[in-house]
């Protein structure tokens, strides 16, 4: 934010775009509404950053959404974040073979060897797997570099349209009710978690996918 007020770009937060300005095939602007109200704003170049191609789709450039055959979208995640983890008790999970973290290198003895060394060392560690665990539900998250800390990537709501209002509402209402479970299950379950704890959870998304100029 710094290098745009230097730059003198001008911001506006909280600002929606909720309808395009046009001159034939070329866009000239936006119209928004903030607190403010209504604006008008001109322009030479408009840059869509909407992230799901709502200005360009806006001002009737032609779109797609999802994959062709039938338009479905990746199934989104709500990641969440646990604290209090042990760092200690999370490593001599992955080490006990009677959990099987990652349990696709299990063929490769020499390669589960070298990675053991290195764990105690590693900031970030990536995880997935606990085959002995699969049962009760799949591990998938990433161990953060703050020695306490883990980001957990397990949510999953099927069958949402992401440019459907009621649609994505809906799946975070689903999407909500699954990390209290997911919490007590790595309470329970997973080596180091004992007294880990709900720190924080992040924005739902889910894309659709814009095409054409």
């Known amino acids: 934010m710094q290098l745009m007020r230097e730059a003198g770009v001008r911001l ?3 600002t929606q775009v909720v309808d395009t300005l046009r001159e034939g095939d070329r866009f000239r602007g936006a119209i928004v509404e903030n607190k403010s109200g209504r ?12 992230g799901d191609g709502d200005v360009a789709a806006r001002g009737g450039v032609a779109w797609e959404k999802g994959r062709t055959a039938d338009g479905l979208v990746q199934a989104p995640t709500l990641v969440f974040k646990l604290g209090g983890v042990s760092r200690e008790g999370f490593i001599a999970g992955c080490k006990d073979p009677a959990i099987d973290y990652r349990e696709w290198i299990a063929p490769y003895p020499d390669i589960r060897e070298r990675m053991m060394k290195r764990i105690d060392r590693m900031h970030v560690i990536i995880c997935g797997g606990y085959a002995k665990l699969i049962e009760k539900a799949r591990v998938v998250g990433v161990k953060l570099h703050r020695p306490d800390e883990y980001l957990v990537v397990m949510t999953r709501v099927l069958g949402l349209n992401p440019i459907d209002t009621q649609s994505v509402t809906d799946a975070y209402s689903k999407i909500y009710e699954q990390i209290p479970v997911l919490v007590k299950f790595f309470q329970k379950y997973v080596p180091g978690f004992e007294q880990s704890h709900l720190r924080e959870i992040a924005r739902c998304s889910a894309c659709a996918k814009a095409a054409g100029s």
């Open 12 to 14: 506006l937060m909280h």
């Open 39 to 50: 604006q008008r704003i001109e322009a030479d170049v408009t840059i869509d950053c909407s």
